[in-house]
């Protein structure tokens, strides 16, 4: 039976059809005779004869418009039954193509797990293949990947001498194990096979950079021609050597608690809807230079040892660095939506010049520890300074909005002040003042002496001038000594 045009099967012309159709042709013809004659009486015999050929000719037409009609149904019996076979050698081509990729997959995992390193980089030349010839398959191929990386790992290379991984060695490094019964030093092999895991590591993320770099975005790296667009990456916990993702496109991605040893680049990179680094380690600094994120950005609780460079880099949605401990960080010419540095910690130089934050700037209990520029900063609706504390000099000139002298000035924000000077820049109309003799001037949790900084029509009358009680207001761009 074919397949009918609803989708069910089609019966197949019994010989009933067959002849019912015949008797209707044969009815056709007799009774087109009758009328004919009914109708036109013949006055003789040869008009007759017309009248029985034209009823002939009316049966045979009957006749082989039903030959035609059976035509067209076997001529569209025979497409659908094509059709109908197209479509099941088709799934089958898709249930064997299916489950080839199931078997690859099986045994790239497989050989993932092998003792043997050359086995394990060969499982990734095989998942690489695998991405390009099968794009809905990209997304797994790359949860594989990155299930792998996210294993645990300790780099047997120190992070202040990750600048130079390869050619990577083991010769030369001495062990304190005995030989075993075969003469091989079982500390040597050991050293050996974390080398070699790390020479795996290395290719599994040089893997996930070249795919994920599209074409055209050399900005000075290298270019891929395999680009797999809209995938996200999960190395919630993953220890990564050396890391680089820079001039990469990545849909949503997770970095959650990753340990990045040596450096870690994502130089020009592009995130789409999520992109967080919450309680991520950072050995030897990072950058964002130039990069773009779209959607949320959070690097709470992270730790940044070295400089933590954002310069130029754009943040679409609402960005949050709640309890990051930055050593030195630099966001020039950076654009923020809305960003919050609750708790945060800058422990060195901190710059923040010529940056843009369109609406909520948050550094409520920020420490600043060394040196902060915030030259030319375009500060939103939206800015708090409360219980924040600046150590080092803070220098801030240009472009102060009315929502930042409602928030700095004032017992919003704290100044160290038993330094010999600040060495500040305030804008005009601001200035420092120390503790008053009342006011202990120290801080719960921090060291030294603490003031203030106000605005010239907060100072007290005859405070200025040194009468009142209160202690001495330092002019903006005196800075005098305390």
């Known amino acids: 039976m074919a397949e ?16 019912i159709a ?5 009815f056709i013809s007799i009774g087109s005779g009758i009328v004919l004659f009914w109708l036109y009486p013949p006055p003789g015999s040869k008009e007759a004869l017309d009248i029985i050929r034209t009823a002939g000719t009316l049966g045979v037409g009957t006749g082989g418009a039903a030959a ?9 019996s025979t497409e659908l039954a094509n059709e109908y076979t197209r479509q099941a ?19 790239a995992n497989e050989q993932l797990g092998h003792e043997k390193a050359a086995v394990r980089i060969g499982a990734l030349t095989l998942l690489k293949r695998l991405g390009n010839s099968y794009p809905d398959h990209r997304q797994e191929i790359v949860d594989i990947v990155c299930a792998y990386l996210r294993m645990p790992y300790k780099s047997p290379v120190r992070p202040d001498r990750l600048r130079r991984i390869l050619p990577l060695s083991p010769r030369g490094v001495k062990s304190e194990n005995k030989e075993t019964e075969s003469g091989v030093d079982s500390g040597l092999v050991g050293v050996e096979h974390e080398y070699e895991e790390l020479e795996v590591r290395l290719t599994a993320q040089r893997f996930l950079a070249e795919h994920l770099r599209p074409p055209g975005s050399d900005d000075g790296m290298l270019v891929s ?34 340990s990045f040893v040596g450096g870690a680049e994502f130089r020009a990179a592009q995130f789409g809807d999520v992109a967080t680094f919450i309680g991520a380690e950072f050995s030897k600094g990072v950058t964002f230079r130039n990069t773009r994120f779209a959607g949320r950005a959070a690097f709470d609780r992270a730790q940044i040892r070295g400089v933590a460079l954002f310069a130029n ?26 960003v919050a540095f609750p708790r945060a910690q800058f422990k060195d130089r901190a710059s923040f010049s010529v940056v843009r934050f369109d609406k909520c700037a948050f550094f409520l209990s920020a420490k600043f520890g060394g040196e902060v520029y ?30 930042l002298n409602e928030n700095l000035p004032g017992d919003q924000a704290r100044f160290r002040c038993d330094f010999e000077t600040r060495n500040d820049d305030w804008p005009a109309g601001w200035v420092f003042r120390p503790p008053k003799p009342a006011e202990d001037g120290r801080i719960k949790g921090h060291e030294g002496v603490w003031g203030y900084v106000v605005a010239v029509d907060d100072a007290q009358p005859g405070v200025a001038d040194g009468d009142g009680e209160g202690g001495e207001i330092v002019e903006a761009g005196d800075h005098g000594e305390l």
């Not at 009918?4 to 002849?19: F, N």
């Not at 050698?89 to 045994?107: G, P, W, Y």
């Not at 050597?241 to 991605?253: D, K, P, Y």
């Open 22 to 26: 015949a008797a209707i042709i044969l």
């Open 374 to 403: 915030f030259d030319a900063v375009r500060f939103g609706d939206g800015t708090n300074f409360k219980y924040a504390t600046f150590e080092g000099p803070v220098h801030l000139t240009r472009r102060v909005s009315s929502s």
């Open 225 to 258: 021609s395999n680009f797999w667009d809209g995938i996200n990456l999960d190395l919630t916990g993953a220890t990564l050597i050396n890391f680089s993702l820079s001039g990469c496109w990545v849909a949503r991605c997770r970095f959650d608690y990753a």
């Open 68 to 76: 035609l009609l059976l035509h067209a149904r076997r001529q569209q």
């Open 89 to 107: 050698n088709e799934v089958t081509r898709h249930d064997a193509e299916e489950r080839r990729i199931t078997e690859l997959q099986a045994q």
């Open 4 to 19: 009918g045009s609803s989708g069910g099967p089609r019966e197949v012309l019994g010989w009933r059809t067959i002849w």
């Open 313 to 338: 880099s754009r943040f679409g949605g609402l960005s949050s660095f709640s309890q990051t401990v930055m050593d030195e960080s630099d966001f020039f010419d950076a654009w923020f939506e809305s």
